[in-house]
């Protein structure tokens, strides 16, 4: 949303409006992050393209077990906010690794000394099973990667669709990793979930950090997302055949594992898309201080 620099729309009333910071400048804030077609249909958006950067990636496969889940994510959220900022980004589930940077995408020596820590944990006898295919790639561009072979990988870390999945989900704001505690109860939430929790996965960076530019309005997503190094799913999967009552366990599951999330950071959100059914207060999770702006915008 923040590449974005013009966006045509289709507003209720049936008018065509051009909408960017200097034309209809209310609109442009809502579209952005205000919910998919909430304040009109959207026939096209103009983006800012960027210039071929190199990018630096890392990924490795690892036997699934509590144990490998608590020594990795230990490591990784002892240093989350670092990582972020030096441009580390990607996801983290319990069978595999996948980070891309673009900062250090000309450095492979500088981006490999970063995550030495995560890699010396992969390479020592404390993982349980095997950690296969650790391997570090440089490609020239973001695009060169995406039409890569290495980006089959991707799709492993791919969020399911709500059609097929009950899902829940919390950004992790960077106050939780500046404590000792909050780091530790983090991983037990995420390496010990409920039973009918089926998978876990994590994103790394997300917009952490931008900043927008003074005196612009930004865009209307809760605030929490560029104050959030890390964003933690929960998975329940929905199998043919099953239940309402089979169905309604999974999301129950789902829901409970991202309770101990939402007490672990009051005031953080959520993404509405990636969000639980059951999401209390979902005004303030998807939008937060955005939402009174947002209600008052819809009234017009």
Request: glycine share 8%; hydrophobic share 40%; net charge negative.
């Amino acid at each position: 949303m923040d590449n974005i620099l013009e966006i045509e729309v289709v507003t209720p009333d049936g008018e065509i409006l051009i909408v960017n910071p200097c034309l209809e400048p209310e609109l442009w804030f809502a579209l952005r992050g205000g919910g998919v077609n909430n304040f009109g249909l959207v026939t096209r958006i103009t983006v800012n393209a960027h210039p071929r950067t190199p990018v630096t990636v890392f990924s490795a496969s690892i036997t699934p077990s509590q144990s490998n889940t608590r020594r990795i994510l230990s490591v990784l959220s002892r240093s989350a906010i670092e990582l972020a900022k030096v441009g580390w980004g990607g996801y983290v589930s319990a069978s595999g690794i996948l980070l891309v940077n673009p900062k250090l995408g000309k450095n492979v020596e500088k981006a490999m000394d970063t995550l030495s820590t995560l890699t010396s944990l992969l390479q020592s006898a404390d993982m349980e099973g095997q950690v296969m295919e650790e391997k570090w790639t440089t490609f020239g561009s973001f695009g060169s990667w995406l039409q890569s072979d290495d980006y089959e990988a991707v799709e492993l870390f791919i969020p399911p669709s709500q059609t097929d999945h009950a899902i829940s989900s919390r950004l992790i704001t960077d106050t939780l990793f500046e404590e000792a505690y909050g780091k530790e109860d983090l991983v037990k939430a995420v390496a010990t979930p409920t039973q009918e929790v089926d998978s876990w996965l994590i994103s790394l960076n997300l917009p952490y950090g931008y900043r927008h530019p003074e005196g612009s309005l930004g865009t209307s997503f809760t605030p929490a997302f560029y104050g959030s190094p890390w964003m933690v799913y929960f998975f329940g999967t929905l199998k043919p055949g099953m239940t309402k009552e089979q169905q309604l366990i999974k999301y129950s599951a789902v829901a409970k594992a991202d309770n101990f999330l939402r007490y672990l950071t009051p005031g953080s959100g959520v993404y509405s898309e990636q969000a639980d059914l059951s999401e209390p207060n979902h005004e303030d999770a998807f939008w937060g201080d955005n939402y009174d702006s947002l209600l008052a915008i819809k009234r017009k």
